[in-house]
């Protein structure tokens, strides 16, 4: 069976200092992967998506970037943190075109 | 807005009560579906129901779709504490669309 694993499962940092959060999972080959972020009473902003390893789409400017290093492993990274990046941080695999199955997720506090 | 909306925004019932909660769009459609996500934790997909389907249960649940009216209901019926969590609504428009995710709704099921 498939499993998606997400972490740290929580995170303080730093106005200012750098971000790197993993996504892994196991049991499929060539998911689709999505990287979501949820702030406090709002709904899933969609942040970027991979079809395959190195192929990136951004759907929101911002001081974030995601990487694919690997065929399952996706990776959310900042290189200078801001208070508004605070947030519920979703990982997210696509077996097929229509449904998607979510990480544990990682919730992350900037100070 | 390529999002569905959901309505209420919170909803409190006792156990053992039905719940029925709502959900409308404003374009055509080729699915529908329901996620709930218990508090701070990722999102499980509940059921799916496409565009030439008028209902469809899993279990508890029942997921009504009217297409000439744009919205969907889903009922949990004998309701459990356990079902205390929010509850998404998401609309896939295309082959190729994303999953846009709105605000949920809050269900609150006292024992």
């Known amino acids: 069976s498939q499993t998606i694993h997400q972490w740290p499962a929580t995170l303080v940092q730093p106005v200012g200092s750098p971000l790197s959060l993993e996504c892994t999972v196991e049991?499929?080959?060539?998911?689709?992967l999505y990287w979501y972020r949820q702030a406090a009473g709002r709904g899933l902003q969609l942040l970027f998506y991979?079809?395959?390893?190195?192929?990136i789409s951004s759907e929101v400017p911002q001081n974030l970037s995601a990487s694919r290093p690997q065929d399952r492993q996706f990776i959310l990274s900042s290189k200078k943190l801001l208070l508004s990046d605070s947030g519920f941080y979703l990982c997210?695999?696509?077996?097929?075109?229509?449904?998607?199955?979510f990480g544990p997720g990682t919730r992350l506090t900037v100070l | 807005s390529q999002q569905g909306e959901e309505d209420p925004q919170a909803l409190s019932i006792q156990e053992g009560e039905n719940a029925t909660m709502n959900c409308s769009y404003k374009t055509s459609i080729n699915n529908l579906q329901w996620y709930r996500q218990n508090s701070g934790r990722g999102l499980v997909h509940l059921i799916l129901?496409?565009?030439?389907?008028r209902e469809k249960h899993s279990g508890r649940l029942r997921v009504t779709l009217d297409t000439s009216k744009k919205s969907s209901s889903l009922l949990i019926t004998a309701s459990r504490a356990a079902d205390t969590a929010s509850y998404f609504c998401v609309i896939l428009t295309g082959a190729n669309s994303k999953l846009t995710f709105g605000k949920g709704i809050t269900l609150s099921v006292r024992p």
């Open positions: 049991g499929t080959s060539n998911p689709n």
């Open positions: 991979s079809v395959g390893i190195g192929q």
């Open positions: 997210a695999w696509e077996p097929r075109a229509d449904t998607q199955y």
């Open positions: 129901i496409r565009s030439n389907e």
